[in-house]
């Protein structure tokens, strides 16, 4: 699944957080609970494709605090979620880290002169990691990324929260 796709499936996704789980004695998210977290992720994650001409307007709005604190905060402090299942709650928080956090994360790292990391450089422009990892441009990228602490930590755990999601 494409990195971009990924964002527009979580800023839609308030269907999917209200499943009818109970088929599976799984309690559902209400539904105000779905709403809420819907429009907390649409204040901070646009459904547009992210570009190179977009890119800083985005990661702004992304790494503002008011955002910041919405990923890095529970959801059941949320209006509307403070009653529901905390597993069900921590399941959520996790997709939205993995499925959210994790590719902005990626796609918004700078080097430490400001400049783009190369592999999100790479991801933006060309929709995804490559399915061929010996691919010349590719692995530019990976070798030009390693050489900044800055963002090689959010490349390398993008990349593995990507891997555990294929497994």
């Given at each position: ?50 570009t ?17 604190s ?12 403070g ?14 880290k ?20 190369p ?30 602490k ?18």
């Amino acid at each position: 699944m494409k990195l971009s796709a990924l964002v527009t499936l979580v800023a839609t996704s308030s269907a999917v957080f209200a499943l009818p789980f109970e088929k599976n004695n799984i309690p559902s998210i209400s539904s105000d609970c779905a709403s809420a977290i819907k429009s907390k992720i649409s204040e901070c994650v646009t459904s547009e494709k992210i570009t190179l001409s977009n890119l800083d307007s985005i990661c702004s709005a992304y790494k503002s605090d008011k955002c910041q604190s919405f990923f890095n905060s529970s959801i059941s402090s949320i209006d509307g979620c403070g009653s529901e299942e905390s597993i069900i709650l921590t399941a959520v928080e996790k997709y939205i880290k993995l499925k959210v956090a994790s590719v902005l994360n990626l796609k918004c790292a700078k080097d430490e002169d400001g400049n783009i990391c190369p592999i999100s450089n790479y991801v933006i422009q060309n929709g995804d990691v490559p399915s061929d990892s010996t691919d010349p441009s590719w692995q530019q990228a990976v070798n030009d990324t390693c050489k900044s602490k800055l963002v090689l930590t959010p490349s390398l755990t993008t990349l593995i929260l990507q891997l555990i999601i294929m497994v």
